[in-house]
């Protein structure tokens, strides 16, 4: 989850984007499913784009319709008979940007016996996109570098898609009764169901609405129903940099390059006591030098974001070198090259965590979840006062409860993911008698490691955990911790 937060999930693959080149075979006049042959980058085989129209309000039936878009890759070997359908992360992200990872990669082996379908949740990619800047663009310097979520934006952001859109509609149970509709017409009675990040909660959200309809279901970086985003960014993030801190003084090379890295760390953060300090950074559209006011919490916000996969982790070490040595363009370079807030649709990020998060944080809760956190409470503040500026969807109680099923389910956690750490999976799978979780010691946010990529295929090939050989997994290290910022990131 991100700031944006189940976009992490991906951040070691980085954005993918899908454009769609031609078409032709249009599905039959007059149904909701509009599908035609396209050409896809980056995957080869046969495959179908389009829509499957529904109306905004599903309850009421009438009104204003929406055009959900998907695309369907066709098996590249015998297709079986229960297609996959894959989930992307954000909330907010669109599952067709997905699509690349079908052709090389954590999805190419699933596709071999397996149609595989990627559906923009309503208000994501092209399915009535609900997008919008809060402080997203780093052109604009101090706004993203200041305070987060700021509420004449978030307000602005809310002005400007309510003419398109009744906001309350986009939340995840109503989408999962899109997608289910659309597994209808497409023709698949069972599907084995893939997500990743908050695509972990959608998941599970279909498998509580429409289990007789699931064989499967592949879980990568375990969210449930019930974490209230965003009131787990602390915990999770704190504990991804204790891990962090350990692993560097284990490791001789990070801690000769940074033997008082903790110290160093508080030091940092000490000089915001007064409040946003300033500092000179570079515009990454001008390329001129420009001082801003720093904000903590911003400074934070990216720090958590960085340690959500091993490979931004990674640099963490040397942008808090750095930054205790007073220079943060090492900072502004990973912040800015691993932004996620363009791949975002804000608008159905804000009704999905504004309905089915933020409503359920007790007082009490915020200040126990964030105690001796360096994140803190300001997270979770900010992200309240930003909620007041948007509208709630109808969401039941008994979403946040934990999801209760029979399907097979098998559940990846790394153990120093700064977003989703192993404890949540480790609530959800006691509530499924055919669950199982991996647990990986040097794994995060990601799915970046091919023994991971067999993992999940013999997973889903078998339609159980019963006997995967998951062995592969010990031998899985983070990168080295860097001593110098990758030349890709570079801002001069």
């Known amino acids: ?82 297609a996959v359908f894959v989930f992307h992360g954000g909330p907010g992200a669109a599952a067709t940007d997905l699509v690349p990872l079908a052709g090389s990669g954590p999805l190419s082996g699933l596709r071999k016996n397996h149609d595989l379908i990627f559906v923009d949740q309503r208000g994501t990619g092209s399915s009535n996109p609900l997008k919008c800047d809060v402080g997203d663009d780093p052109a604009d310097l101090q706004a993203f570098f200041g305070e987060l979520l700021p509420a004449e934006k978030v307000r602005a952001c809310r002005q400007h898609l309510e003419p398109t859109a009744d906001l309350r509609m986009y939340t995840t149970p109503i989408a999962m009764d899109d997608l289910d509709d659309i597994r209808a017409a497409l023709g698949y009675e069972k599907i084995n169901l893939v997500g990743i990040s908050y695509g972990t909660i959608a998941a599970q959200a279909y498998l509580r609405q429409h289990p007789e309809h699931v064989r499967s279901v592949l879980l990568v970086g375990v969210a449930t129903p019930g974490i209230k985003q965003p009131l787990l960014f602390a915990k999770a993030a704190q504990h991804a940099l204790d891990l962090l801190f350990q692993d560097c003084d284990a490791d001789s090379a990070c801690h000769g390059a940074y033997p008082n890295l903790k110290d160093e760390f508080q030091q940092v953060l000490a000089r915001f006591a007064q409040g946003p300090i300033e500092v000179e950074l570079i515009n990454p559209s001008t390329r001129k030098k420009q001082s801003i006011h720093l904000t903590r919490g911003s400074f934070v916000e990216h720090i958590r974001l960085l340690l959500y996969a091993t490979p931004t982790a990674s640099m963490v070490p040397l942008i808090i070198h750095r930054a205790y040595e007073k220079d ?64 709630r969807g109808n969401v039941p109680d008994s979403f946040i409860e934990p999801v209760k099923a029979s399907a097979p389910v098998l559940m990846i ?37 091919p023994c991971v990529w067999k993992i999940m295929n013999d997973f889903i090939e078998k339609g159980s955990a019963d006997g995967l050989e998951t062995s592969c997994t010990t031998s899985i290290r983070r990168p080295p911790f860097a001593t110098e910022l990758p030349s890709e990131f570079s801002l001069q």
């Open 1 to 82: 989850m991100a700031t944006v937060l189940g976009l992490a999930a991906i951040l070691s693959l980085g954005w993918l984007l899908l454009g769609f080149v031609s078409s032709n075979h249009s599905t039959k006049t007059g149904s909701p499913l509009a599908l035609a042959s396209c050409t896809l980058p980056g995957v080869a085989g046969p495959s179908r784009c389009g829509t499957f129209e529904v109306f905004e309000d599903r309850s009421a039936h009438s009104g204003r319709k929406i055009k959900v878009h998907l695309a369907a890759l066709s098996a590249t070997g015998r297709a079986a008979a229960d």
């Open 328 to 391: 943060y363009l090492t900072f502004e370079s990973a912040a800015v090259a691993t932004n996620v807030g363009d791949g975002i649709a804000r608008g159905m990020y804000f009704t999905v965590t504004c309905s089915e998060g933020v409503p359920f944080i007790s007082d009490e809760e915020l200040v126990s979840e964030s105690q001796g956190t360096f994140v803190g409470e300001y997270r979770v503040r900010a992200h309240r006062e930003a909620c007041k500026q948007w509208v």
């Open 413 to 449: 956690s790394g153990e120093v993911d700064g977003s989703t750490p192993p404890w949540f999976g480790e609530a959800a799978v006691k509530y499924l008698p055919n669950g199982h979780q991996l647990k990986i010691r040097y794994y995060g946010h990601q799915m970046n490691n």
